[in-house]
């Protein structure tokens, strides 16, 4: 029932109409405010941090949302630049409820960042229905719709994937 319920999801999101993002990729000087998504559980703090400062150093503003894959948040805390979502915040469709997610995805960041690595329903949908001028993250061919920028990499960890984000973000 689970991969029915993916691949549902998954054709539920590459039918949702995207906005129409005609600006060319933003230069990093110009950008003002960034949104980084991620999954908890396989993404280190330490490496939230370092992505968090890469942007707060050149002086942009660095919101985050964190999916949990646990039936609630436990010591996990939201705060104005962090939020977090987990099982109870998703469809039956596995899909992020608008209730849960919808301050996020309605930011119209310069940058969203997915840090998705394995291509995760959960973390492609916030990409999806964010109105964010350019959404950047790794290439899956079955959710080619989710990102603006996507980027073809051989890493196999989000910090690789981070740092190869960067080379065509400067």
Known sequence: MSDFQINIGRRSLARHK???????LKKMSNVREVGVVYDVKKTSTQLLNKVIHYFEA???????IGFLEEKDLGDLVPSYKEDYFCKKDLNFWKLPK???????IAKDFDY????DMIGRNELQAISTYSVSKTRIGKHFEQYSFAQ????????ETSEELFNDIK???K
């Open 167 to 169: 080379q065509y973000i």
């Open 112 to 115: 969203l960042i997915n840090l």
């Open 98 to 104: 608008a209730s849960a997610v919808g301050k996020f």
């Open 148 to 155: 603006d920028f996507m980027i073809k990499s051989l890493s």
């Open 58 to 64: 050149a002086g942009k503003k660095v919101v985050t």
């Open 18 to 24: 995207q906005s129409d993002k005609s600006e060319p």
